[in-house]
């Protein structure tokens, strides 16, 4: 019954490919958010979703896209990746997307870029 | 635009003894805060969060926290530390109105026997 879910949980792989991280939620929330946790633990929001759409884009390379299929979904993919794409990714859920509503956070994407 | 500060990059404590994190936030107008804990290898999870009201907040684990208008300060706490506490805890800060959680850039507790 695992409340905000990523895949994968590991991913490793070499500068210039593409790759997508998966995010669900089975919560019933409205809100999805892409958090970037730096090697210094350095935690910034980089998207969010509200009923699939785009509500928050902050200063980040066009080569992250986010996708919303539906409300429980939230996927990021990256494109021609850099070595400074390394990083833990964090997918986070809330019921709506006023300061009142707690985040729920996912388990964490390490990616490794080589 | 909104920040948080949290002056201790690391701290260590024995077991048993008592903890405090420090956390100062700037926000404009009435933040709403929140402590998150992050253990090895593990998402965020949220221990305790002020809306409004009572100064001093209950969270989960034992921690406690109190929010400072005067100060700006959102210090957490707990007065006996166990081992499983070993961890890296997060402070944040929110409008009523925006959802951007901007962060703080956390503090690494260590724990000795």
């Known amino acids: 019954d695992t409340a905000v879910s990523q895949t994968p949980k590991y991913l490793v792989t070499q500068m210039g490919n593409d790759k997508s991280i998966k995010c669900e939620q089975n919560?019933?929330?409205?809100?999805m958010y892409w958090y970037k946790q730096d090697s210094k633990k350095f935690l910034k929001i980089m998207f969010s979703?509200?009923?699939?759409?785009?509500?928050i884009n902050e200063t980040v390379p066009n080569r992250f896209s986010p996708k919303s299929p539906d409300k429980a979904h939230l996927n990021l993919h990256i494109n021609s990746l850099e070595l400074g794409d390394s990083a833990v990714y964090f997918c986070?859920?809330?019921?709506?997307?006023?300061?009142?509503?707690?985040?729920?956070f996912g388990p964490g994407t390490r990616l490794t870029v080589t | 635009a909104q920040s948080v500060t949290q002056p201790d990059i690391h701290i260590t404590v024995s077991e048993g003894a008592s903890l405090e994190l420090r956390c100062n936030y700037s926000?404009?107008?009435?933040?709403?805060l929140f402590w998150y804990v992050q253990s090895p290898g593990q998402g965020l999870q949220l221990l305790l969060k002020y809306f409004s009201g009572d100064t001093l907040v209950q969270g989960i684990k034992g921690f406690e926290a109190e929010f400072k208008r005067s100060q700006s300060s959102f210090n957490l706490r707990k007065p006996s530390v166990h081992w499983s506490d070993a961890a890296e805890y997060f402070c944040a800060v929110r409008g009523a109105a925006g959802n951007k959680l901007t962060f703080g850039g956390g503090t690494r507790v260590l724990v000795k026997p």
């Open positions: 986070a859920s809330s019921q709506g997307s006023s300061g009142v509503y707690e985040q729920y």
């Open positions: 919560l019933g929330h409205d809100t």
């Open positions: 926000y404009g107008a009435t933040p709403y």
């Open positions: 979703y509200n009923n699939k759409e785009l509500i």
